[in-house]
């Protein structure tokens, strides 16, 4: 349980370093369980441009992780 707690710490803390806007997203896809076409139609977004916006954002988290 240690294990999973440290886990979302350092996961929280990887998020609060992202634009808000890439945290948005990925809260919205991964952690609300959203699909791609609604979070776009939520954040204003053409439902075909939240694909690379997302590619991005992950790539952005898995480097803040690696850092910590």
Same mark, same amino acid.
């Given at each position: 349980? $240690? @294990?999973? &707690?440290?886990?979302?710490?350092?996961? &929280?803390? *990887?998020? *609060?370093?992202?634009?808000?806007?890439? @945290?948005?997203?990925?809260?919205?896809?991964?952690? !609300?369980?959203?699909?791609?076409? !609604?979070? *776009? @139609?939520?954040l204003?977004?053409?439902?075909?441009?939240?694909?690379?916006?997302?590619?991005?954002?992950? *790539?952005?988290? $898995? &480097?803040?992780? $690696? !850092?910590?």
């Amino acid at each position: 349980r $240690r @294990r999973g &707690e440290h886990l979302q710490v350092r996961r &929280e803390a *990887a998020m *609060a370093g992202l634009p808000p806007l890439d @945290r948005l997203m990925l809260r919205l896809v991964y952690w !609300e369980g959203l699909g791609q076409e !609604e979070t *776009a @139609r939520i954040l204003g977004l053409k439902p075909g441009s939240l694909g690379p916006l997302m590619t991005r954002s992950r *790539a952005a988290l $898995r &480097e803040r992780l $690696r !850092e910590r």
